[in-house]
């Protein structure tokens, strides 16, 4: 991708795709079993008009698994759990695995300046700016065009343009493209229905709806519209699944940068969920990369969330083509967040 082309879409990105992070629900009722927490999910998903996928394992066991409602309204067609959805920010993760995978050859540094790799902007906070910074929203790029808007690592500033340069640092250290590096990460590890949208194989797309001022839902024609790196991969329930599994085991990277992966680098303040703690690509609540941690994402039509519980050894993947009341981001993320507090209450 040209930096033409980025200087057009960071101006799209800042207002229409939203990182969200980990949340936290206050909730007195505990699940005591996996029984219960079944019973508990389906009441979530009927009472709250959730049209998507829900995927819960733990282990190599299946504990729920459940398709609701249309992949394409139009037409009526039905979701299965093979419909592939744009997962929005959890694609930062991917990203940062790829990058880390660099890093771990010898590739990169994290202490790395930009400007070894980006020669194309001309820009002297290139010589400011790490490899680190932008994996943890604290590099203060707003525009390639235009000064910094703080001390790279003073503060933290939600960016999809940072990723996009991460991209493009592993495309001028590897001579591939990022669709490329992307493509061999999946295939290797047999991640068949998870795709960069560059590659036309995937077969099973789904269509993303948002509602309206009116509430009527309409077919969202740009939810492809983000920077890949950022927030435009296309998976299905099941490899994310996987994708939580291979990582958490260390089979993506090693433990020592997995440990660097869930590490607070930054605390945002959200105006949702309180406060959240950001490492490289997985967010957690302080004090709580034990119990849950992972991602929630938007793209415009899809709302997702794709956690693990370490303590409980669970995943949990939530994946829906509908996106409801989108000034009251609590209510578009109700069922997720719901779902997410009932496993966290799983007594075992």
Same mark, same amino acid.
């Given at each position: 991708?040209?930096?033409?082309?980025?200087?057009?879409?960071?101006?799209?990105?800042?207002?229409?795709?939203?990182?969200?992070?980990?949340? =936290?629900?206050?909730? +007195?009722? /505990?699940? *005591?079993?996996?029984? #219960? &927490?079944?019973?508990?999910?389906?009441? @979530?998903?009927?009472?709250?008009?959730?049209?998507?996928?829900?995927?819960?394992?733990?282990?190599?066991?299946?504990?729920?698994?459940?398709?609701?409602?249309?992949?394409?309204?139009?037409?009526?067609?039905?979701?299965?759990?093979?419909?592939?959805?744009?997962?929005?920010?959890?694609?930062?993760?991917?990203?940062?695995?790829?990058?880390?995978?660099?890093?771990?050859?010898?590739?990169?540094?994290?202490?790395?300046?930009?400007?070894?790799?980006?020669?194309?902007?001309?820009?002297?906070?290139?010589?400011?700016?790490?490899?680190?910074?932008?994996?943890?929203?604290?590099?203060?790029?707003?525009?390639?065009?235009?000064?910094?808007?703080?001390?790279?690592?003073?503060?933290?500033?939600?960016?999809?343009?940072?990723?996009?340069?991460?991209? =493009?640092?592993?495309? +001028?250290? /590897?001579? *591939?493209?990022?669709? #490329? &590096?992307?493509?061999?990460?999946?295939? @290797?590890?047999?991640?068949?229905?998870?795709?960069?949208?560059?590659?036309?194989?995937?077969?099973?797309?789904?269509?993303?709806?948002?509602?309206?001022?009116?509430?009527?839902?309409?077919?969202?024609?740009?939810?492809?519209?983000?920077?890949?790196?950022?927030?435009?991969?296309?998976?299905?329930?099941?490899?994310?699944?996987?994708?939580?599994?291979?990582?958490?085991?260390?089979?993506?990277?090693?433990?020592?940068?997995?440990?660097?992966?869930?590490?607070?680098?930054?605390?945002?303040?959200?105006?949702?969920?309180?406060?959240?703690?950001?490492?490289?690509?997985?967010?957690?609540?302080?004090?709580?990369?034990?119990?849950?941690?992972?991602?929630?994402?938007?793209?415009?039509?899809?709302?997702?969330?794709?956690?693990?519980?370490?303590?409980?050894?669970?995943?949990?993947?939530?994946?829906?083509?509908?996106?409801?009341?989108?000034?009251?981001?609590?209510?578009?993320?109700?069922?997720?967040?719901?779902?997410?507090?009932?496993?966290?209450?799983?007594?075992?």
């Amino acid at each position: 991708m040209s930096l033409k082309i980025i200087i057009k879409l960071s101006k799209y990105v800042l207002t229409a795709c939203i990182l969200l992070g980990s949340c =936290h629900v206050t909730n +007195k009722n /505990t699940v *005591k079993n996996e029984n #219960q &927490l079944k019973k508990s999910i389906d009441t @979530v998903i009927k009472s709250n008009n959730f049209n998507g996928v829900v995927l819960l394992t733990k282990g190599n066991n299946t504990l729920y698994s459940n398709s609701t409602g249309y992949a394409d309204f139009e037409n009526k067609t039905l979701l299965s759990l093979n419909s592939q959805f744009v997962i929005g920010s959890i694609s930062k993760q991917i990203t940062a695995v790829l990058v880390l995978q660099s890093y771990e050859l010898g590739a990169i540094k994290l202490e790395d300046t930009i400007n070894e790799y980006l020669t194309d902007i001309n820009q002297p906070w290139t010589k400011d700016v790490t490899i680190h910074h932008l994996l943890t929203h604290t590099h203060g790029i707003v525009d390639i065009q235009k000064p910094l808007e703080f001390k790279p690592g003073s503060q933290f500033q939600y960016s999809q343009l940072g990723f996009e340069l991460l991209a =493009h640092i592993l495309e +001028k250290v /590897t001579g *591939k493209t990022f669709e #490329q &590096l992307s493509t061999a990460l999946f295939n @290797v590890h047999e991640l068949t229905n998870t795709f960069h949208p560059y590659n036309k194989q995937y077969k099973n797309l789904v269509k993303g709806y948002e509602q309206d001022e009116n509430g009527t839902l309409n077919y969202a024609t740009n939810s492809l519209d983000n920077f890949v790196a950022a927030g435009s991969f296309i998976s299905t329930v099941s490899d994310l699944n996987k994708w939580n599994i291979l990582l958490h085991s260390g089979k993506l990277v090693k433990a020592e940068t997995l440990e660097l992966m869930s590490t607070r680098y930054a605390t945002r303040q959200h105006p949702i969920f309180s406060t959240i703690e950001y490492g490289y690509g997985l967010l957690f609540k302080e004090g709580e990369a034990k119990k849950q941690i992972g991602a929630l994402g938007y793209a415009p039509g899809f709302v997702s969330s794709c956690h693990y519980y370490p303590e409980k050894d669970i995943n949990l993947v939530i994946l829906e083509n509908t996106a409801y009341k989108l000034n009251d981001f609590k209510t578009t993320f109700k069922t997720h967040t719901a779902l997410m507090e009932l496993v966290k209450s799983l007594n075992e």
